[in-house]
């Protein structure tokens, strides 16, 4: 800004009014940041005299001009600057020394003694949005307060800036972008100009040039692109202060302000810097990468293809780090400029690894053909290559179905692979302890799977390497030594779900799902059974997502839709080998459908084809008890759990065990049956008070449901007992409004339902519908089974809750 148009700046002068004659202020400002324009204004139409000093200059001649305000231009932190300053404070001891820096107070000065009174920042000096319209006006430039606020979002309010792009709107007669981008490249110019002349550190400009480059970043990848010296890192926290940067919240990042960063980045250009801008932008990613900073390191060749394509091809074994929908075009841009046998193999694991970050699980028959492309392509490799490439051939394997063959070619690479290069050792011995441990889930051996599973984490956290470590401890959930008894092992499994925090995507699936129905959430669960992206890997949580989901739809009242998707399942994949946990997960999840629609046979014939050996995977006792309960055979249930009601302990099946066996007492109906069903119960509702699992009181059936609820309210229970069964009688209500969509009225039964509430008996129902008792009889049979009722209060009660009627 010239002296002949500055702008008048109120706030300012009272700034410098406050302070004490012959002070030393130190100003932390960027050049050209409107400090000696507010002096001018302080000290116009006084007597004051004011000189302009530079720290480049480190004596002051004897006869330099008399002053009362010094305004110095302290150009660095090195000793000369110190000299420089010390001389001045010396020849003008009772002047008032304004110190501008664009970095910090020299260190030297204070053990010199000389420290300054007062501090301000470099952000006091910016422009605020009224300034900008008055310097707008005074330019002859009409200026919108919201196009002011605009300027100082996309600029800043670097008094330079402002001003450059202000004029040369009021040259244009508009506020455009021409105008910002002539007025921001006319001051990148004066700042590249003025560092080429040693007028500042040309470290602090270079950084700055980097910054631009590369674009938003992390707090911490920004201060490593500005830790080149003391210098530079002081320059970013006054640029910072003066309002070149702008942070994004939601994304964690901090950046140039945009036109700040287009005059920059045309800067490079200008000055044929691209080259080495980027030399230096690939030399920093690659010290990040080696230190284990994978996400640093590549954030910061996210958007430049040239660094970008040669760290791929050195750092590939380190690609897992990088979100898959990020590395996957990254790889297939690689492989087709150059396609090196690293780049080709480092794409296919981003195609086919699920221990890849952000992977989904789902991998394609398009994507596995790709992947077997590339490998072929490579070929037999030696070293560590070859390794990697052998890696991913199990996991096709694995893919395909061969769980066996996947498993012994990733055990034979975790014991006897021999990585040499020191630096992706951790990274790929932990991948191969996955692998393995995957490939055993698959194989349906989960004794195995923990025991690579638990190597891998131990390896990935003492190498940093946090992702890898929590995927790994995530798959160990599904795993249990083959000596722990089965009770345990189930609830093991169901306390490590529960509540979990999931980072993979299949296994969050699985959480979900599991939240959902421990607590009987209906909104939840209908939320887990939006349609989803298959799960190709690992396989058997496709297989646990479809037992969940079964389960789900059968507290829905949906189980026809649930024996639809078992029937697709089973048809997707028939060409794949069934390992002996799939199948009898699968038998499980098709004999829960079964009994939810109905088919109690088929669902005992299900339950049946599971063989004895597989009593280590799932209840089967308590499976087959459910079933025959609900088909109407209590003695037969009875008898499945003659021996598990100690067996199961005192988790989950305990729960469910005593209260299958409660239903069964209850069916039965004698006055001695009543008296066990009651002990059954009471046991039941003491031993859920710990753990409070709702899943098993809503299982057998809403009728079932309201059975418990009723006799619960005739025990002798403590509060924690009253508790809980009020807990009950609120999942029954929300399950009931849930499900009262599905529940399949007709338009007459609705009819009816109304009825009921004025009806006194069922002829006195009949008359009022104009229908024979019989018919009555038969509606109210079909109205019952939907809500899950068996009297005529009952059903009242429950069609007032849903909402059938007011």
């Known amino acids: 800004m010239s002296s002949t148009d500055r702008l008048s700046r109120p706030r300012l002068v009272a700034l410098w009014q406050r302070v004490m004659p012959g002070a030393t202020v130190l100003v932390t400002a960027q050049h050209k940041s409107g400090v000696a324009s507010s002096v001018r204004e302080w000290l116009e139409g006084s007597e004051k005299e004011l000189v302009f000093w530079s720290s480049n200059r480190l004596s002051v001649p004897e006869n330099a001009p008399h002053a009362d305000v010094i305004v110095l231009e302290l150009e660095g932190m090195r000793t000369d600057h110190a000299t420089a300053t010390l001389a001045v404070r010396k020849h003008w001891p009772d002047a008032t020394l304004i110190a501008v820096s664009s970095t910090q107070w020299p260190p030297e000065l204070l053990d010199a003694g000389l420290r300054p009174e007062r501090i301000f920042a470099g952000s006091l000096f910016g422009f605020t949005v009224d300034e900008v319209l008055d310097r707008a006006e005074q330019l002859g430039l009409a200026l919108a307060w919201d196009e002011a606020t605009n300027l100082l979002e996309l600029v800043g309010t670097h008094v330079g800036f402002v001003d450059a792009v202000l004029r040369a709107a009021a040259a244009r007669g508009i506020l455009d972008d021409e105008a910002f981008h002539t007025g921001c490249h006319e001051q990148a110019a004066h700042f590249a100009g003025s560092a080429a002349a040693g007028v500042f550190r040309p470290n602090g400009w270079y950084a700055a040039l980097v910054t631009a480059r590369i674009g938003p970043m992390p707090r911490r990848t920004l201060l490593r692109v500005w830790g080149r010296d003391e210098v530079v890192r002081a320059a970013l926290d006054n640029a910072m202060q003066s309002g070149f940067f702008v942070e994004d919240l939601a994304r964690d990042t901090i950046a140039l302000r945009p036109a700040l960063e287009s005059a920059f980045v045309e800067r490079i250009t200008r000055e044929g810097q691209l080259d080495a801008v980027d030399d230096d932008i690939a030399a920093l990613a690659a010290k990040l990468l080696d230190e284990g900073n994978s996400g640093d390191g590549w954030a910061l060749v996210a958007d430049l293809p040239g660094p970008r394509a040669r760290l791929l091809a050195t750092y590939w074994w380190q690609l897992g780090e990088v979100d898959v929908a990020l590395a996957r075009p990254w790889l297939e841009q690689a492989v087709q400029r150059d396609p090196l046998p690293a780049l080709r193999v480092a794409l296919a694991r981003a195609l086919v690894s699920v221990t890849s970050a952000g992977h989904s699980g789902s991998v394609p028959l398009a994507d596995r053909q790709a992947a077997r492309e590339q490998l072929e392509a490579v070929g037999e490799q030696p070293g560590d290559l070859g390794i990697a490439a052998e890696l991913l051939r199990g996991i096709l394997l694995r893919l395909d179905g061969h769980y066996v063959e996947a498993l012994e070619l990733h055990e034979e690479l975790a014991n006897t692979s021999d990585i040499s290069d020191v630096a992706a050792a951790s990274t790929l011995r932990a991948n191969m302890l996955l692998q393995a441990g995957l490939s055993a889930l698959d194989a349906s051996r989960p004794d195995v799977a923990a025991a690579r599973l638990s190597a891998a984490a131990s390896l990935a956290h003492g190498a940093g390497h946090d992702r890898l470590a929590r995927f790994a401890h995530e798959l160990m959930l599904f795993t249990a030594p083959n000596e722990l008894p089965m009770a345990s092992g189930f609830q093991a499994r169901l306390d490590n779900l529960v509540g979990a925090q999931a980072m993979s995507r299949p296994i969050r699936r699985v959480v979900e799902l599991s939240n959902a129905l421990y607590v009987v959430d209906p909104t939840a669960m209908r939320e887990a059974l939006a349609p989803a992206d298959p799960i190709d890997d690992p396989r058997i949580m496709a297989y646990i997502v479809l037992v969940l989901r079964t389960i789900a739809h ?214 009022r519908l104009h229908v024979s008792p019989n018919t009555i009889k038969t509606q109210l049979r079909s109205i019952y089974k939907k809500l899950g009722v068996s009297s005529w209060a009952d059903a009242v009660a429950t069609a007032k809750r849903v909402g059938l009627v007011e």
């Open 554 to 767: 059968g507290l829905l009242g949906t189980s026809e839709l649930a024996l639809s998707s078992i029937n697709l399942f089973e048809q997707d994949a028939h060409t794949a080998e069934i390992a002996p946990n799939q199948l009898v997960i699968l038998s499980w999840a098709r004999a829960e459908a079964l009994a939810g629609d109905g088919q109690y046979d088929a669902a005992v014939e299900a339950i049946s084809r599971i063989p004895e050996a597989a009593a280590r995977v799932v209840p089967l006792d308590l499976l087959m008890a459910r079933i025959h309960l609900r088909g109407g055979e209590p003695e037969r249930a009875i008898a499945c759990l003659a021996s598990s009601a100690t067996a199961h302990g005192t988790g989950v099946l305990a729960v469910w065990t005593h209260l299958v066996l409660f239903h069964a007492y209850h069916a039965i109906g004698s006055d001695s049956s009543l008296d066990v069903a009651r002990q059954h119960l009471q046991v039941a509702i003491v031993a859920a008070v710990r753990s409070r699992p709702l899943l098993p009181f809503a299982a057998q059936g809403m009728s079932a449901l309201n059975a418990t609820i009723a006799e619960a309210s005739g025990l002798a229970l403590d509060p924690g007992g009253s508790r809980f069964v009020r807990e009950l009688e609120r999942m029954r209500d929300e399950l009931q409004r849930a499900t009262s969509s599905t529940l399949a009225l007709s338009d007459r039964e609705r009819t009816v339902v109304r009825a009921l509430v004025e009806a006194e008996s069922t002829r006195d129902l009949a008359a």
